[in-house]
Nanobody, 114 residues
């Protein structure tokens, strides 16, 4: 299993970023995908989750209405569109899948600062 995140960076408060996670090594269509984040000194937390079939989604309360998770099964890719970013969204963002053991990508840094 390989998960490769991209799209992080430095953005001003109120700005937007779109993260991508390219997946390989498993049957992407069959599994739910998740985005987590970990800020310095804090535990890793679930940000958003999308099921395999039908694409139903769940979000952490802190990002509801601002973030949107989506997936393209033809491209084996999951996305996280982040709008109205706040300084408290600063963290390393990880893509994850759980086909048995849980797998993680290497993470992509998102920094929200003026």
């Amino acid at each position: 299993v390989q998960l490769v995140e991209s799209g992080g960076g430095l953005v001003q408060p109120g700005g937007s970023l779109r993260l991508s996670c390219a997946a390989s090594g498993f049957t992407f269509n069959n599994y739910a995908m998740s985005w987590y984040r970990q800020a310095p000194g804090k535990e890793r937390e679930l940000v958003a989750h999308i099921r395999s079939a039908g694409g139903s989604t769940n979000y952490a309360d802190s990002v509801k209405g601002r973030f949107t998770i989506s997936r393209d099964n033809a491209k084996n890719t999951v996305y996280l569109q982040m709008n109205s970013l706040k300084p408290e969204d600063t963290a390393v963002y990880y893509c994850s899948v759980n086909p048995g053991p849980r797998y993680w990508g290497q993470g992509t840094q998102v920094t929200v600062s003026s």
